[in-house]
């Protein structure tokens, strides 16, 4: 039996129907390029055939570039069981943070994070320490956590690249228990949806019944999940409205019939191939016509479940039944999972008239995704929990359904502590703006939208007019004495979003930094 190579990539697009349905729009671009092929044959006329050709060719590439997406951003997924443990170890790993092509976002599912009433009423008060872990190795890349959303101990957080603040719009979250009858949030999942340059995303962190006989209730729960969980926005009021959807965390699937000697030998000998057939969410996928709609990369990394703790070893335990009886290891399995399912488009009724149908599709796929995942695996390194972290790196290809940020702002002239500075915004398109938006002033590298040196209120009397330059003074007693890279940014309280960045500049460290002691006078090019 041949052991297992690398993955091949996965790929999968908006521009094409579900798999029974193909697009009709590729094959209208098909005929056009066979169109011009004959063309060429055909022809007697030079003339003639320059003319068609031309049409033809002109026809071909506007569908070209119809379907084709322009830009393209990196996605970095993880998801993990920390097992109530607490995150004393490097993230630098888990987060790949020398990957190229470098990453634009970051999302991060935990499961059985702590929630002791204790703990779960301090982590309300300030950050979890987990996403203490995360904020701090990624502010100093750039990035900024967006926004988080935690039940008990799911939590799920996400970080973008600064640049992409301004284009990251109408984000919100949800929950869903579905512990003991719905009433408990031990078991559940949470959502973050948002729109990433006009197109929708939604990421659901999942943890769903454990143990072995529990795989129908699992898909129902998840089911359960999808239906009842909803959105204030009119055009993707549930999750699968949304473009694209990530379902991902420890879903509990196991990997049946198979007896623990059987396991242990096809993981150690690399054959993981042999255990596919019975792992649960494979066989329920081919019974579920919704979960066909998920997509997966092949499992070509260990079962992720379960460890020792603080080894590479799998269950050496022999837990006890509740008459006090020695019971069985847990076998390894597969629990923990990344998925993704691209909208499909709406299949064509017999009513409508091909006009109707050709107009349909080609208004759906004017602005296309493609998904492609580059990576699917494991991280070993990790053991403070009984699971393995996974992780899963996508591809994101798009045509971006706007690019100009909804407000502009600037600072104007030399900043410094020593003098009062003046700043300048306008509203470039009109989106719910309030007189209780503010600008905050942010040092490069900053964690959240919360995470700002100082603050000024947006003008109190009136909503500005679109493109009208408001000027806005900065009192030189709230700008930092000391000099750095700072960003002004636009913060919209309807939105709950960072609406608009500037460039970085420069703030001069003060005359009042050196008499004060903050920093090392220099006389003469020497410090004193």
């Known amino acids: 039996m041949e052991l297992l190579t690398d993955s091949p990539r996965v790929r999968s697009d908006s521009t094409s129907s579900s798999a029974s349905q193909g697009s009709k729009s590729k094959t209208v671009l098909r005929q056009r390029l066979s169109q011009l092929l004959t063309c060429i044959e055909d022809m007697s006329s030079d003339d003639e055939a320059s003319e068609e050709v031309s049409r033809t060719l002109e026809e071909a590439f506007q569908l070209c570039g119809r379907f084709i997406p322009t830009d393209a951003f990196r996605l970095h997924i993880v998801t993990w ?37 204790v703990r779960f009423i301090t982590d309300l008060i300030s950050e979890d320490s987990w996403s203490h872990v995360f904020m701090n190795s990624l502010a100093p890349r750039g990035f900024v956590k967006v926004t988080s959303v935690r039940m008990q101990g799911l939590l799920l957080l996400l970080f973008a690249k600064q640049i992409h603040l301004p284009y990251i719009r109408n984000i919100q979250t949800t929950y869903t228990r579905t512990g003991v009858f719905g009433y408990w949030g031990n078991k559940g999942g949470v959502s973050v949806r948002f729109s990433f340059y006009g197109q929708m995303l939604c990421f659901l962190n999942c943890h769903l019944a454990a143990h072995m006989n529990n795989a129908l209730q699992r898909v129902d729960e998840f089911e359960y999940i999808l239906e009842t969980q909803d959105f204030d926005i009119y055009d993707t009021p549930q999750i699968r409205d949304h473009k694209v959807v990530f379902w991902f965390g420890d879903l509990n699937f196991r990997i049946a019939d198979h007896g623990l000697h059987f396991l242990r030998s ?24 919704f979960l066909q709609e998920f997509e997966e990369g092949p499992l070509n990394f260990k079962p992720t479940y379960k460890f020792d703790r603080n080894s590479d070893t799998y269950d050496t335990s022999t837990p006890k039944t509740w008459l006090g009886l020695n019971g069985k290891k847990r076998k390894p399995a597969w629990t923990d999972r990344i ?36 990576k699917y695996t494991s991280d070993m390194s990790y053991g403070v929990s009984d699971h393995k972290p996974v992780i899963a790196t996508f591809s ?20 410094s502590a020593d003098q009062d500075a003046l700043l300048t915004y306008s509203v470039l398109e009109d989106f719910m703006s309030s007189t209780w938006d503010w600008i905050g002033l942010y040092k490069v590298g900053f964690k959240t939208a919360s995470d700002y040196e100082t603050f000024v209120w947006v003008r109190e009397n009136e909503l500005p007019e679109i493109n009208e330059v408001i000027q806005i003074s900065v009192d030189k007693g709230q700008i930092p004495l000391l000099g750095g890279q700072y960003v002004l940014g636009y913060y919209s309280t309807n939105m709950q979003s960072i609406t608009g960045l500037s460039d970085s500049f420069q703030i001069l460290e003060s005359k009042r930094a050196v008499m004060e002691g903050l920093v090392p006078e220099d006389i003469n090019g020497v410090n004193k």
């Open 81 to 117: 069981n920390v097992a109530t443990a607490e995150p004393s170890e490097d993230a630098t790993s888990l987060l790949q943070l020398d990957a190229q092509p470098p990453t634009d976002i970051y999302v991060i599912g935990l499961q059985e994070v702590n929630a002791t009433p």
């Open 266 to 289: 096809s993981i150690n000998s690399g054959r993981l191939n042999l255990l596919w057939g019975k792992d649960q969410l494979i066989m329920m996928k081919k019974k579920e016509a």
């Open 339 to 374: 998925l993704w399912r691209i909208k499909p488009k709406p299949l064509p009724s017999e009513d409508d008239d091909e006009k109707a149908s050709t107009s349909t599709d080609e208004e759906q796929d004017e602005y296309p995704v493609l998904v492609t995942q580059d």
């Open 396 to 415: 994101l290809e798009l045509r971006k359904v706007f690019d100009t940020p909804l407000v502009r702002v600037s600072p104007v002239g030399i900043w």
